[in-house]
């Protein structure tokens, strides 16, 4: 390994070690409060218990698993109740419209150009800043090599906002449409009341519990 290539990746460990203690000097000044609160909803949001299965999100095998409705009131309220119950699904089928959008992005031919120009770019300059930096205007001007990765980082995401920008939009889009038209056509009340029912029927069975009562499990 030459001295050259010894010396980047020292300077890219340096800038690892950087962020990472910046990283928990941020984290460090949340209040503990506050980190709980938040991992408490990430918990209860990203429940794998609230993410329903392809039959029930489809409504396979179902006689009457969607139905045009015209009454705004009716609509209205059948759009809200299946957001809050396939919210996970919706999440979902955003997913996968977003990594289908970006495969088909990164095989287009003029983002492989763009990537390997920006590539191409980002060589030259960790050459070209080696050692003491690129000399230029007969020593008047010296563009050191954390001025020339500041530059690139710049560039770099500029280009790549404006490369995904379209991707995002179209995606988000698309998505909330699917959702939306899901959301009033899928008759799914069977399944959000059986699910409102078991809600409370666990929240009773807590409370005889936590009350020191004894809880029968009712025969079948």
């Not at 910046?22 to 909803?41: C, E, R």
């Not at 489809?58 to 809050?84: F, M």
């Not at 070209?128 to 690139?152: F, P, Q």
């Amino acid at each position: 390994m030459s001295s050259a290539d010894a010396q980047n990746t020292l300077q890219m460990a340096q800038a690892a070690n950087q962020a990472n203690q910046t990283y928990n000097d941020v984290s460090a000044k949340i209040p503990q409060g506050t980190k709980d609160f938040l991992s408490s909803a990430k918990n209860k949001v990203l429940d794998n218990d609230n993410l329903r299965s392809f039959s029930v999100f489809l409504g396979t095998g179902e006689e009457s698993a969607y139905q045009v409705v015209c009454n705004p009131t009716v609509l209205c309220g059948r759009l809200k109740d299946n957001i809050l119950f396939f919210y996970l699904n919706y999440i979902l089928v955003a997913a996968l419209v977003t990594i289908i959008a970006l495969l088909a992005l990164m095989i287009n031919p003029a983002t492989i150009i763009m990537v390997l120009i920006i590539g191409v770019c980002w060589s030259a300059a960790l050459t070209l800043t080696s050692g003491e930096g690129l000399v230029l205007c007969n020593d008047s001007l010296t563009i050191t090599r954390k001025t020339a990765t500041t530059i690139l980082t710049i560039i770099t995401a500029v280009v790549m906002f404006f490369m995904v920008q379209k991707v995002f939009v179209i995606t988000s889009s698309s998505s909330a449409v699917l959702a939306c038209f899901h959301g009033m056509l899928r008759n799914a009340t069977e399944h959000i009341e059986g699910n409102k029912n078991a809600g409370e029927s666990n929240y009773t069975d807590v409370n005889i519990i936590e009350e020191g009562g004894e809880y029968k499990a009712p025969v079948t």
